[in-house]
Nanobody, 117 residues
Framework: QVQLVESGGGLVQPGGSLRLSCAAS????????MNWYRQAPGKERELVAS????????NYVDSVKGRFTISRDNVKNTVDLQMNSLRPEDTAVYYC??????????WGQGTQVTVSS
């Protein structure tokens, strides 16, 4: 059974940091690129960061470049998102999934990130 479980969200002040983690199971994790997405209220889901299957290459949406870092552990089957210098506009529910979209599996519950003073 394919499963994605996100964790690590919370309430943080502007300028703060959070580290999100996604635990994957039910498929050969090391064989797939992985992505982090986010969805803010009233907005479409947005691709935030991507990492190749080996972890050798990463990509970010312009709005998070220099602030977020995606990483993965192909032994633990996890993909993390380190988020620094958080801004109110980063507030959203964050999800992980395989990439590209044609390889998506069922979405997890996501993890809420709220940036507010």
């Amino acid at each position: 059974q394919v499963q994605l479980v996100e964790s690590g969200g919370g309430l943080v002040q502007p300028g703060g940091s959070l580290r999100l983690s996604c635990a994957a199971s039910g498929f050969t994790f090391r064989g797939y690129a992985m992505n982090w997405y986010r969805q803010a209220p009233g907005k479409e889901r947005e691709l935030v960061a991507s990492i190749t299957s080996t972890g050798g290459s990463t990509n970010y949406v312009d709005s998070v470049k220099g602030r977020f870092t995606i990483s993965r552990d192909n032994v633990k089957n996890t993909v993390d998102l380190q988020m620094n210098s958080l801004r109110p506009e980063d507030t959203a529910v964050y999800y992980c999934n395989r990439g590209p979209s044609r390889l998506w599996v069922s979405w997890g519950q996501g993890t809420q990130v709220t940036v507010s003073s």
